[in-house]
Nanobody
């Protein structure tokens, strides 16, 4: 069973920074898609940053390019999201996600949900005040 656990959320003022971490256990994700999804209050859950764990290729949504950095530590089996220059519109719950099947096509969020074992973490709340 694949298990993801996020940490690192919190409250910051606009312009501040946060680092989110996702601990992965139960399954080796060595050639899979992983990513961070953002769910703003009343909005859909959308991918903001993704990574192909095999190639290291990354994708960023337009609204976070240049501000967010996704990274993967295969040795520690963790996924991170460095968030800088935070804006009030970044407020919401951030979910770590992993696809069960191997793939290198990880842009956007379409790689998630096609397999019953694709997994979300429980989410971590980020609040950015103006």
């Amino acid at each position: 069973v694949l298990y993801l656990e996020e940490s690192g959320g919190g409250s910051v003022q606009a312009g501040g920074s946060l680092r989110l971490s996702c601990a992965v256990s139960g399954y080796p994700l060595i050639q899979n898609c992983m990513g961070w999804f953002h769910e703003a209050p009343g909005e859909m859950r959308l991918a903001v940053a993704t990574i192909a764990t095999g190639s290291g290729s990354t994708y960023y949504a337009d609204g976070v390019k240049g501000r967010f950095t996704i990274s993967r530590d295969n040795a520690k089996n963790t996924l991170s999201l460095e968030m800088n220059s935070l804006k009030p519109e970044d407020t919401g719950t951030y979910y770590c996600a992993a696809a069960f099947e191997t793939s290198d096509a990880c842009d956007g969020g379409g790689w998630f949900g096609g397999h019953a074992k694709d997994t979300w973490g429980q989410g971590t709340l980020v609040t950015v005040s103006s």
